[in-house]
């Protein structure tokens, strides 16, 4: 597969999109480092070793996946992976998971966190609401956009 980034057409929407989706390939491939080079412009990635937190038993008697409500459709909202990477519901090694099935969380609550390339992004909520689903599990990896948790808006 072929990336162009054209360095005469200052389109920095198309270069993102580019560039994430290198990083979606890389991310579900065994690539451990990648260049690329074209036009005086260089990427270069390397996937950083596994970073372990907790492990996915000992967190599964507390995360229940989801909680049926009737009537609520229309005012659920999600929760999306801000980049391609791997999520971590707690906030480091034995520490308990950040957010649990059922919280009401409100608008700026820290949910998980994505790490990418040793650097760590907040997940927070942009909305008031209860935790309806969890749609991931610790340690797993996402893609851009991937829908993480489901809300039900308050």
Known sequence: ??????????????????VNE???????????????????????????????????????????T?????????KIHLIKAPLVGTCYLVSGPEKKIMVKLGDKVKS????????????FKEVVSDKDGEVKEILIENGQSVMYGQPLFKLTVI
Not at 27 to 44: H, L, M, Q, T, Y
Not at 66 to 71: D, E, F, K, R
Not at 113 to 118: G, N, Y
């Open 108 to 119: 700026g609550d820290k949910l998980c966190f994505v790490e990418a390339m040793k650097v």
């Open 22 to 64: 290198i990083f979606k390939i890389i991310s579900s491939s065994g690539i451990v480092e990648f260049e690329w080079e074209r036009g005086g412009k260089k990427i270069f990635i390397k996937r950083p070793e596994k970073i372990t937190y907790a492990k996915k038993e000992n967190l599964s008697s507390e995360i229940k």
């Open 66 to 74: 989801s909680v049926a409500t009737p009537g609520v459709e229309d």
């Open 1 to 18: 597969m072929v990336f162009l980034i054209d360095n005469e057409k200052e389109n920095t929407m198309q270069n993102s999109e580019q």
